[in-house]
């Protein structure tokens, strides 16, 4: 296709969402131009469905619950006025909160004033907060903020180890909606130790964010932490930035939340209407599902120009891939479906993966996020009028072309600049694109039972494990092999998985277990040592 053409499939198919900052365009996918007829009644459907999810409806079959963070921004559509009140009411706290530890009414036991908050999360509970904190930070910002998110013992190690001139002023928040959740509860432990080799008290300084009458709330009555904020069982994890998962880290932090949901809000408005042609998450969500049909392309390449926007990838790729990748339809069917979700940011990526999108397999699209503020004040020139951010610019649009020659194809998000409000419409533009696209795709975008199989199989190696150290403590004076040890604990067909056990705490000291390696791995002997 010419210029001249492209410029006139441009013109069609561009999308101007002026509440919001945002322009979409889609016009370097090769779909038909049938498409966006074709798609109207599918479509229509996919409408429907999500008017009664937003109204309501079950959406959850496995948990038997409604799913309603778009009532997070706009409170009055919850179904009830006790759920609309307890949403404004939670919003109220988290302010009032916020301003009371800027103020120094909420304080830590030993004095001065909170300056660092510590959030315990994992998923969901941390990767929307890292993203806009990423986004909106700033040198002036009340309190700085780490996260623990893995159950690594050196990644412990090297956050607690950064904030450990500051721990007595750390405010620690808890996130867990069951209080069940095994890496925040081992955080929370390593935390809770190393607060207390200080001469801290983690109670006094620790804040819970989880479901009433979880676990972790019954811990946080009982050992009179700061506060507790609600978990809802309607708002999944990863869509919870908009609940106190992301508000009060936001808050406390010293972003604009108003301006947060406001654009959550505002883009709610534009991607509720039933025409496609104005509605860009209807938008995407057709040209994803068209893609991944008629071309097979299921890998999503997400770039944004924008330092700020560079985990907007690592976010995006768990609300796509964990509310997309499903084996199986609404209806028990066999679809395999999914989106794999990857990127990093531009210009970094010049000079990273952009080699192999322009001349290797050709089974992506590229996702550019263009900003059009450079920054708040003027810029210097580094060549004759021209600055860093036309650099920048250039290299985004130069990239897209390059691609497009080599039948590359992308899409361009362009916002007018990188604030709350924007940050908040970039998060309800892609929540809503998922809905609609699972239901085209006729799959439940809103649970996850592969997540639920990985925990399960970690609790089954768990229960292997402590096995094996049971058998070595009661046979001091012997030494086994990986196969005589999984025969031993009645696991024979697992020899693997528990050569893998044997060899990891062997080589951790004090956990009991001692190897004498041998002429391969399977003549590796163990014992207790």
Request: proline share 3%; hydrophobic share 40%.
């Amino acid at each position: 296709m010419n210029a001249v053409d492209l410029w006139k499939r441009y013109c069609k198919y561009h999308c101007d969402c002026p509440t919001v900052g945002l322009q979409l365009d889609i016009s370097r996918m090769r779909f038909s131009e049938s498409l966006m007829t074709d798609i109207v009644v599918p479509m229509s459907k996919a409408f429907d469905t999500m008017d009664q999810l937003e109204g309501g409806a079950i959406a959850n079959p496995d948990e038997d619950r409604m799913v309603g963070h778009y009532w997070l921004r706009d409170a009055k559509r919850a179904p009830g006025p006790t759920m609309s009140q307890a949403i404004e009411s939670a919003v109220d706290d988290i302010k009032a909160f916020a301003r009371d530890v800027h103020t120094g009414i909420v304080r830590p036991s030993k004095g001065g004033r909170f300056t660092h908050v510590l959030q315990i999360g994992i998923g969901g509970s941390a990767l929307g907060p890292q993203f806009v904190n990423e986004a909106l930070r700033g040198s002036d910002d009340p309190m700085r903020i780490a996260f623990l998110d893995n159950t690594d013992p050196d990644g412990i190690d090297r956050v607690l180890s950064d904030l450990s001139p500051h721990l007595s002023q750390t405010l620690c928040l808890v996130v867990s909606k069951s209080g069940g959740t095994k890496e925040t509860r081992n955080s929370m432990l390593e935390v809770t130790h190393a607060f207390k080799r200080l001469g801290l008290n983690f109670s006094e300084q620790a804040v819970a964010i989880t479901g009433e009458g979880s676990a972790l709330h019954k811990v946080s009555q009982s050992d009179t932490w700061l506060k507790s904020f609600p978990m809802w069982d309607w708002v999944g994890g990863r869509t919870s930035q908009m609940s106190a998962v992301g508000l009060l880290p936001a808050a406390l932090t010293g972003f604009d939340i108003d301006a947060l949901l406001a654009g959550a809000r505002d883009m709610d408005t534009c991607t509720r209407v039933h025409d496609v042609s104005t509605n860009p998450a209807a938008i995407l969500a057709a040209t994803w599902f068209d893609a991944a049909k008629t071309r097979n392309l299921r890998d999503m390449v997400v770039i944004p120009y924008k330092d700020r926007l560079s985990l907007l990838s690592r976010y995006l790729q768990q609300l796509i891939m964990e509310s997309l990748g499903k084996d199986v339809d609404v209806h028990g069917k066999l679809v395999e479906e999914g989106i794999a979700v990857y990127g990093n940011k531009g210009s970094t990526d010049q000079h990273a993966y952009v080699q192999q999108l322009r001349d290797g397999y050709n089974n992506f699209y590229v996702t550019f996020v263009d900003v059009m503020r450079d920054r708040s004040d003027e810029s210097i020139d580094v060549d004759k009028n021209v600055k860093t951010g036309d650099y920048l610019a250039g290299f985004l649009l130069g990239t897209r072309d390059a691609l497009y020659e080599k039948d590359r194809e992308s899409i361009t998000i362009r916002i007018d600049e990188v604030n709350a409000h924007r940050v908040g419409a970039l998060i309800g533009l892609y929540e809503r694109a998922v809905g609609l696209y699972a239901s085209l795709a006729g799959i439940n975008a809103y649970h996850q039972p592969g997540v639920e199989a990985g925990k399960k199989a970690a609790g089954e190696v768990l229960e292997v494990q402590r096995a094996i150290l049971s058998y070595l403590a009661d046979h001091p004076n012997a030494s086994y092999s990986a196969e005589q040890l999984a025969e031993a604990i009645g696991e024979p067909d697992q020899a693997e998985r528990v050569n893998h056990i044997l060899h990891r705490l062997a080589y951790n000291s004090g956990r009991g277990v001692s190897v004498e390696r041998g002429q391969s791995i399977a003549d590796a002997r163990f014992s207790a040592g």
